[in-house]
């Protein structure tokens, strides 16, 4: 699969492979955060058998960042794109000493992840790619399980639903702030520029619990 994926990647046309780069450059950010945030940050507080699930998460979160690094260095520097730093400073503020908190905010950002993965699937630009695609969605389907633990475990942490939804309304409007350089991208890849949403279709808060971290 992997011999697949890069072999697709080396035959992408120039303009596919710069805007595939500025987005997976921006989901290397995200999967090096994540790494850590599941290795490290949050298993700390947890109970054993919580702890072996997000050991098989950070597992996965450090496969997930291989995978595209193999990627990208068949890929050409991106000219634009987002702030990397500012994308950095805005993953590792994800972390709060709020364990429900923390991992809410890291089901929502997976959820968008899931989303902004679904497009570059369907998207036109990489029909012809069933490697690549495929390893997307291998990505992907392991991205859908980190939701599910990890809404699992901030619920039962105490969050309730309402705030839930709150906590990934303004993930969503964080990100939108970071990924809004890369829409042009967005639209190479899918032919739209849609915001990407999470599934959920969650709504604003009437009252929020505590901000999300700003970019930059
Ligand atoms: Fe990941
Ligand atoms: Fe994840």
Known sequence: MVEDSVRD??????HIAIALATLLRFLLCGEESATHAFGDSLPHSLADT????????????AAHAWLI????????????????????R?????????????????????ALVCRLLSRLIRGDALTPYAGLRAGLSRIRSDEIEHVRVSRAHAIRLGMRPAE???????????????????????RVMTGSD?????????RAPAKER?????PG
Not at 210 to 214: G, H, L, Q, S
């Open 90 to 110: 805005f993953f590792r503020r994800l972390q709060t000493r709020d364990r429900a908190l923390h991992f809410a905010r890291v089901a929502a950002l997976d």
């Open 50 to 61: 919580e702890r072996a699930s997000l050991e098989v998460i950070a597992r996965e979160e």
């Open 69 to 88: 690094g193999q990627w990208t260095t068949s890929l050409p520097e991106t000219p634009v794109a987002f702030d990397v730093a500012a994308t950095r």
């Open 210 to 214: 505590r901000p999300a971290p700003t």
């Open 164 to 186: 839930f939804s709150a906590v990934a309304v303004e993930v969503e409007a964080r990100l939108a702030v970071l990924l809004a350089p890369a829409m042009p991208a967005i």
């Open 194 to 202: 849609r915001p990407i949403r999470p599934r959920s279709g969650a």
């Open 9 to 14: 990647i080396a035959s992408l046309p120039p």
